[in-house]
């Protein structure tokens, strides 16, 4: 049977640690408030003369090595990711020139915090129906210069971070389903109702006669906006439902699964999903307490965090599970 498989896993978060204690300082807000409501303790800002791209560049090279190809065998890129380098054109083309790989596509997953969930399932697809064979997955956010760092955003602000997480995802020959590395299963979804629950109003075509007016910055729409206790109360929710359907389709149970990758948004999210799935914390690999939020990074970082100390392994069967502006939820089932 041909099939997907994860061949190599990169991450990358910038050199710059920003602690709670520095938000003080700028946010109106304490490392207790913090900690207390988050889990995050640190988060990495990327420097600014440092774009997307870069970040996603150093993510892609560590999973190139990891899977042990030529960076010739690459033959498309997507990048997930909803901060791209510059508006047009996407952050891919800009990944792609860096790489050097001039002729491969590319495509670009907007689908904010379950983009690395949902370029998994789109990699899968090419996989299996021999189109492709060798798709580098990049995850990668550079949230800090998107963020209102004044008072008015301190709830969104605390959050959200920069970071990069890669994957090599390539075609594989199933003879042992049981036993082989592959993709058993990808589940993706979305309500659009819910769109301005998390949002970044400005710039935009909706908006009036002007795409852009400096007004917009002045009324703060050019920054993240949440409907925090909402995006909470679907994101306890679709997580556990989307991770179970997975796991159906993967005629799988929810206690064959050696390790869990949740979307790091929140601590006490993934509290919240480990208590309804009924999950000991150690089933789990949570990232958000040096990481922050870094949206479509963090599954893919959670993942390279994970095998760097020794927990995610070979031969593993992993859950991985999504919710995000959308809102979006999704997730997948596949041996390691
Ligand atoms: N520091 C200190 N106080 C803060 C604060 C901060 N950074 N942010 C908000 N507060 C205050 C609020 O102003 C409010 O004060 P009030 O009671 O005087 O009005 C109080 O803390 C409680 O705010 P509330 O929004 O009810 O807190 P919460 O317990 O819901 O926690 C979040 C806020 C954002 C941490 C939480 O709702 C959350 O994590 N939501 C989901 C966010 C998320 O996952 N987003 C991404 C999805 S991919």
Not at 14 to 31: C, F, S, W
Not at 97 to 106: E, F, S
Not at 175 to 201: C, M, N, Q, R
């Amino acid at each position: 049977m041909l099939a997907a498989h994860i061949a190599g896993l990169g991450g990358y978060v910038p050199p710059r640690a920003v602690h709670n204690k520095e938000l003080e300082k700028i946010l109106d807000t304490t490392d207790e408030w913090i900690q207390q409501r988050t889990g995050i303790v640190t988060r990495h800002w990327a420097a600014p003369d440092v774009g997307t791209s870069d970040l996603a560049l150093e993510a892609a090279q560590r999973a190139i090595v990891d899977a042990g190809i030529a960076l010739t065998e690459i033959d498309m890129i997507i990048m997930a990711s909803s901060t791209p380098d510059h508006d047009i054109p996407g952050g891919g083309c800009f990944l792609q020139a860096k790489l050097g790989l001039p002729g491969v596509p590319y495509f670009e997953v907007k689908q904010a915090c379950s983009g690395f969930v949902y370029g998994l399932s789109l990699a899968d697809q090419f996989i299996k129906t021999g189109h492709k064979k060798c798709i580098l997955l990049v995850g990668v956010e550079i949230q800090s210069k998107l963020l209102d760092m004044t008072p008015r955003g301190r709830a969104v602000s605390v959050i959200f971070a920069d970071g990069a997480g890669a994957a090599i995802i390539k075609a594989t020959e199933v003879k042992d389903k049981a036993k082989d590395s592959y993709i058993h299963s990808t589940v993706l979804h979305a309500d659009g109702s819910f769109a301005k629950e998390l949002w970044i109003p400005a710039p935009g075509t909706a908006l009036g006669a002007a795409r852009i007016i400096p007004k917009m910055e002045e009324d703060g729409l050019v920054y993240l906006h949440m409907n925090a206790r909402h995006v909470f109360s679907h994101a306890v929710t679709k997580m556990p439902e989307v991770m179970k359907e997975a796991c159906a389709l993967a005629n799988t149970g929810l206690e064959q699964i050696d390790l869990f990758f949740f979307h790091q948004a929140n601590l006490r999210i993934s509290d919240h999903v480990a208590e309804s799935l009924g999950l000991k914390p150690e089933r789990m690999h949570n990232t958000i307490q040096k990481y922050g939020n870094t949206t479509a990074a963090t599954i893919p970082l959670g993942m390279w965090d994970a095998l760097k100390e020794g927990k995610l392994k070979r031969g593993q069967l992993i859950g991985i599970s999504a919710f995000g502006a959308g809102f979006t939820w999704a997730a997948a089932v596949f041996r390691y």
